[in-house]
């Protein structure tokens, strides 16, 4: 009897949604959500980039962030596993989020809604 990848066909659901405000488990930096992939969507160079000993499964959601840290702030690609919610509460200061967001309710970001060229 052939085996079969249970996990192949089950579906993955986010934990986190856009405009959640959450924080890197081992890093110290915190950003905002503003996309979501399902699974791992960036290059192998970069996934290999990671070291090996720390490096995260593919087959979880991975999350775009405008990130920030005490000295810059910039966009990261992170794994579900490496985040957790930020307890800060605070505003992130990164640029973009005004064009995203329109503002901080409850410790979340509302996304702007998009118009139609």
Not at 5 to 25: C, N, Q, S
Not at 49 to 57: K, M, V
Not at 64 to 82: C, D, G
Request: proline share 7%; glycine share 6%.
């Amino acid at each position: 009897m052939k085996k079969t990848d249970e996990t192949a066909d089950t579906p993955k659901f986010a934990k986190f949604r856009l405009g959640d405000i959450v924080k890197h488990r081992f890093f110290p930096f915190r950003g905002v959500i503003f996309d979501v992939d399902p699974e791992f969507a960036n290059s192998e160079e970069w996934y290999n980039s990671i070291p090996a000993e720390i490096r995260p499964r593919k087959d979880q959601p991975y999350y775009h962030l405008l990130a920030e840290n005490a000295e810059s702030t910039y966009t990261a690609y992170v794994s579900e596993q490496n985040l957790l919610p930020d307890g800060e509460g605070g505003a992130v200061r990164h640029p973009q989020v005004k064009d995203m967001f329109v503002g901080l309710k409850q410790g979340r970001y509302e996304l702007r809604r998009q118009r139609a060229n």
